[in-house]
């Protein structure tokens, strides 16, 4: 990397590389647990594209599988992973997310490339799971549902922005239906990790921010779309002001209990609220660590 582009906007297109790990496949089961929860009842894997877990299409109480064989891959390997992504889209479609372009982008982006490596049996199970400093890479059902409701009857996504990059998947799968995605990160190493993670993914038109996403990107704004992947009690002012006119923005807002809310500005000093389905997040926080 130049010293040019080690400065934000990084380029991720710019860097090659590939993690060739070997490491094994994952098993398709719903849980609605926590983090740390799902990664303990589901330490046993299923070979790609079993159904476990899939009929009702909901999420349910994981039960533990009998111990099955597992394929051996290298982390590189997509084409070994296609199976399993295409029943985790398949899932999310059976779960109710609709848009097709939503559901490509989870078909495509190598979910196994973002989870810690001791849990690369879980990646592709829809599920939560723990990447470090007590923060989740998401669901991949809300991950989707989310990208979902900013895109549903709004306007184009030209420039959309994240906050809470964490290992960088949402940003992954943001990337496949925005023409700029931006994603902030408030952690160091998790900023790092999503670097690292996304670097042999070549994502030109992705670019990751160190910094307190609360106070959103004024340079970059206005934004076509905003998503948080940490829940705060109310929405940033600073980031409603950054959303363009008719521009949404879609987080989990609350404490013990959240619920997804899709904000739209309407006008100059104008927004609407809708408040959607009941959701889990890690908590937002301000400043940086
Ligand atoms: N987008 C991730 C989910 C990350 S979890 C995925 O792809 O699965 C939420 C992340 O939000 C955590 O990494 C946490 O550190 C980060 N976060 C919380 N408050 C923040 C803030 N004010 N600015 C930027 N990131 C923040």
């Not at 079993?50 to 590189?76: D, Y």
């Not at 549902?145 to 549903?152: A, Q």
Request: charged share 15%; hydrophobic share 40%; proline share 9%.
């Amino acid at each position: 990397m130049s010293e040019k582009r080690s400065q934000f906007p990084l380029p991720l297109s710019s860097v090659t590389g590939g993690n060739t790990r070997k490491t094994t496949l994952p098993s398709p089961v719903a849980t609605p647990q926590t983090a740390t929860q799902n990664a303990r009842n589901n330490s046993q894997a299923q070979p790609p594209g079993g159904q476990r877990g899939a009929q009702s299409g909901v999420p349910g109480p994981a039960k533990p599988a009998p111990a099955q064989p597992q394929q051996t891959v290298a982390r590189s390997d997509l084409a070994a992973t296609e199976a399993p992504r295409r029943a985790m889209a398949a899932r999310a479609a059976r779960q109710g997310v609709k848009d097709a372009q939503v559901l490509g982008a989870l078909e495509i982006v190598p979910r196994h490339m973002f989870v810690e490596p001791g849990m690369l049996a879980q990646a592709y199970v829809d599920i939560s799971l723990p990447i470090g400093h007590n923060q989740t890479i998401s669901q991949p059902y809300i991950v989707a549902r989310m990208i979902e409701l900013l895109k549903e009857g709004g306007q184009p996504l030209r420039r959309v922005l994240e906050i809470g990059t964490g290992c960088g998947y949402q940003a992954a799968v943001l990337s496949c239906v925005a023409q700029e995605v931006y994603s902030i990160e408030r952690i160091k190493p998790l900023h790092e990790l999503a670097k690292a993670n996304l670097r042999p993914l070549r994502i030109a038109n992705l670019r990751l921010q160190y910094g307190d996403g609360m106070l959103g990107l004024p340079q970059v704004a206005p934004f076509d779309g905003i998503i948080l992947a940490a829940a705060g009690l109310e929405v940033p002012r600073a980031l409603l002001e950054q959303l363009a006119i008719g521009a949404r923005l879609v987080a989990p807002v609350g404490a013990q209990v959240q619920h997804l809310q899709r904000i739209t500005r309407t006008g100059k000093a104008e927004w609407t609220s809708e408040t959607l389905e009941a959701c889990h997040f890690v908590p937002l926080r301000p400043g940086t660590a």
